[in-house]
């Protein structure tokens, strides 16, 4: 599975991005989805998963601000953000794995996108 991520960009705090996963190669139905990011001198996180059953999972500090969707018929995983803060900034990856839910570690996906940057400016 090849995995493009897009949708990065700069945008001022409180503002809306929607980064896009679009595979080929396979089925993204095939898979649990995640997109995670990574800040400047940090570790790299899980910020949004999706099951292959369409269940999801959030980081508290994006919750009722992030979605993560999936659209199987076009390959194509979503994360819409909203309310953007300055420490949302980092480049975002999304990732797929072979297994029906959604792991925290990412040592447990398969196949990565190359990143996208998101940068929130105050």
């Known amino acids: 599975v090849q995995l493009q991520a897009s949708g990065g960009g700069l945008v001022q705090a409180g503002g809306s991005l929607r980064l896009s996963c679009a595979a080929s190669?396979?089925?993204?139905?095939?898979?649990?989805m995640g997109w995670f990011r990574q800040a400047p001198g940090k570790e790299r996180e899980l910020v949004a998963g999706?099951?292959?059953?369409?269940?999801?999972y959030y980081i508290e500090s994006v919750k009722g601000r992030f979605t993560i969707s999936r659209e199987n018929a076009e390959d194509v995983v979503d994360l819409r953000m909203n309310s953007l803060k300055p420490e949302d900034t980092a480049v975002y990856y999304c990732?797929?794995?072979?297994?029906?839910?959604?792991?925290?570690?990412?040592?447990?996906?398969?196949?990565w996108g190359q990143g996208t940057q998101v940068t929130v400016s105050s």
């Open positions: 990732a797929a794995r072979a297994g029906w839910w959604i792991e925290a570690d990412e040592n447990e996906y398969d196949f």
């Open positions: 999706i099951s292959r059953g369409g269940g999801t």
């Open positions: 190669g396979r089925t993204l139905s095939s898979y649990a």
